[in-house]
């Protein structure tokens, strides 16, 4: 059982590039999260997904975007890399929403962003 | 006020001991805690959920103050493999997301 799989696992940007990041879930959830994660700091909500074809904004959704096409992929896009966004990013997924029940969060291995 | 707060450390415990810390949060109506497990360059995993009348799981204890504000985790008979920040993460009520506090960790020492 793969569970919550993350593409790439390292990445090197050079500033103004593009890149997408790839969550693939195979647990039939219907939340999708991502996180970045920076020293010193507690993981930050980028942005999440309540279901396939939805997207909402979280704590810090400058300069990603987000898509949902298919329930059990969540792509996050850097359009203009900045190395203000080096970091670690997880991707996590749900059965329920956050309070309710089923709210357990289950994370992929995360992705190493490094922008020059 | 930060929504959860945990003292980093690094807790420095001799195996076999024990070792507790605290988290607190600001949102009174929140509903649910968690504590996860990270190790060093790896995803955070889920330990336990932490209910309102506390709850064991083998060596781990978790404790829910409401009135205070505060969860805690206290680890038993630590082992080497105990090694890891342990995060505590409390929900948002009103926005549906969980607030992750900047963990606790924790070096067992041989």
């Not at chain 1, 700091?41 to 975007?65: F, Q, W």
């Amino acid at each position: 059982n793969a569970g919550v799989t993350q593409t790439p696992k390292f990445r090197v940007l050079k500033t103004g590039q593009s890149m997408t990041l790839l969550c693939a879930q195979d647990m039939n959830h219907e939340y999708m999260y991502w996180y970045r994660q920076d020293p010193g700091m507690g993981l930050r909500l980028i942005h999440y997904s309540v279901g396939e074809g939805t997207t909402a904004k979280g704590e810090v959704p400058d300069g990603y975007n987000v898509s949902r096409l298919k329930k059990q992929n969540f792509l996050l896009g850097l359009e203009s890399a900045a190395p203000s966004q080096t970091s670690v990013y997880f991707c996590a997924s749900s059965y329920g929403q956050v309070g309710g029940a089923g709210n357990i969060q289950y994370f992929g291995a995360g992705t190493r962003l490094s922008v020059l | 006020r930060k929504e959860v707060e945990q003292d980093p450390g690094p807790f420095n415990v001799p195996e076999g001991a024990t070792v507790a810390f605290n988290c607190t949060y600001s949102n009174s109506a929140s509903q649910s805690f968690f504590w996860y497990r990270q190790d060093c360059r790896k995803e955070p995993k889920l330990l336990m959920s932490v209910y309102s009348s506390g709850n064991e799981d083998g060596r781990f204890t978790a404790q829910l103050n409401r009135a205070s504000q505060y969860i805690s985790l206290l680890i038993r008979d630590s082992k080497l493999s105990d090694s890891a920040t342990y995060l505590c993460v409390v929900n948002i009520s009103g926005n549906n997301r969980l607030a992750f506090g900047k963990g606790n960790q924790v070096v067992v020492i041989p």
